[in-house]
């Protein structure tokens, strides 16, 4: 296929689809030799099954590997880490991806565990889990969905697990966008899968998944991303670290040079919603330098209270993030607010937790 090419496939059967997806794009040509290590990168990031809209069907990387296999290429390895707050080894097991390391022989490599080092990514230091620099060829596989701090995720934003969990911290610390960007300007992705069966659109943790059946194949992770942009109704200039990625040269945005091929054709459209809940929700919340769990759990919780009537009573923004450390305000979510008046521990509570804490505030 061609770097400025998406090739599409709709269906349910989703291993053969991907199997005949990867055919029709010629990635065993892309392989430099049949000895390669090659990296398959899932989206686990927390335990909830692919139906759920969060994580990547196992059944699309059961269909990555039967077509690598079959094509004479057995040095294969998955590697993923969850998000803080949350452990691999469980998401690894819910998302059942315990199964399909029995039935194929292909390792797991849970980077919360690995080892790191220190990389200058186009002129940024940051510090990447060692398993990447034993990559030949690393297959990206990320899901399709909207996230509460960065609006979408998709291929570039899936790289961020492929760092340690300080890293990932230290990224929300410095805005997210940047460094996502020069992550990816440090880590070469080879070939993108995208899961777009069932994504929720609004967070990243899932609970509304959308059902696209759909399948997407691409080369070019700046242009994946920024034809996501255009399908969830947003401008790419919305979501800076896809033009910070082009300028690094890690892409092109250019929409204009963009080639579909679709495979097949869904048996109905899907007409995505132009407004998102993020949006109605952001304003009961401020937030400075919140990581995703943290702030990935509040904003499904403060979406149940609202449609339980009880949001229009909150007489205060929620404040939560590394920003409040050692500050003192009048409602917190999270250790970094230890100091409110009003404040619940964790790091990061858990999305019931922050419900059962802001019903009882607002009672």
């Not at 077509?67 to 040095?75: D, I, K, P, T």
């Not at 998709?154 to 460094?179: Q, W």
Request: hydrophobic share 35%; aromatic share 6%; glycine share 8%.
């Amino acid at each position: 296929m061609k770097d400025n090419e998406l090739i599409m496939i709709y269906g349910t059967e989703y291993k053969e689809m991907a199997k005949q997806l990867l055919e029709a794009a010629n990635l065993a040509e892309r392989i430099p030799s049949k000895d390669a290590r090659i990296g398959l990168k899932p989206n686990l990031v927390s335990p909830s099954e692919a139906s759920w809209g969060a994580t990547t069907h196992p059944q699309v990387v059961a269909g990555a590997i039967e077509y690598l296999q079959a094509h004479g290429f057995h040095n294969l390895v998955i590697l993923e880490g969850s998000w803080v707050g949350d452990r691999t080894g469980e998401a690894f097991e819910v998302c059942g991806y315990s199964r399909l390391v029995q039935e194929y022989g292909v390792p797991f490599i849970d980077t919360q565990k690995d080892g790191w080092h220190t990389k200058d990514c186009a002129g940024m230091e940051l510090e990447i889990c060692d398993c990447v620099k034993q990559l030949d060829v690393l297959i990206n596989l990320p899901v399709l969905k909207g996230h509460c701090q960065t609006k979408i995720t998709c291929a570039l934003k899936n790289m961020k697990g492929l760092i340690p969990n300080r890293e990932k911290r230290h990224f929300h610390g410095m805005g997210l966008h940047k460094p996502i960007a020069h992550l990816n300007a440090g880590i070469h992705q080879d070939f993108i899968l995208v899961d777009n069966i069932c994504g929720d659109l609004d967070f990243e943790d899932g609970g509304n998944p959308v059902v696209m059946n759909r399948l997407i194949a691409a080369v070019d992770p700046v242009l994946c991303d920024a034809y996501v942009c255009r399908m969830l109704h947003y401008e790419p200039q919305e979501v800076p670290y896809i033009h910070m990625a082009e300028e690094l040269g890690v892409g092109s945005a250019d929409l204009s040079r963009l080639e579909i091929r679709a495979l097949n054709e869904p048996e109905q459209q899907t007409e995505l919603p132009r407004e998102r809940k993020i949006v109605e929700l952001q304003d009961a919340v401020e937030e400075v330098e919140s990581c995703s769990a943290c702030y990935g759990y509040l904003i499904p919780a403060l979406d149940r209270l609202k449609q339980e009537g009880l949001l229009e009573k909150l007489d205060t923004r929620i404040a939560i993030g590394q920003g409040y450390r050692k500050k003192t305000g009048r409602l917190g979510i999270g250790s970094c607010t230890s100091c409110f008046t009003h404040s619940l521990k964790g790091c990061p509570p858990t999305e019931e937790q922050m419900y059962e804490f802001l019903k009882q505030y607002l009672s």
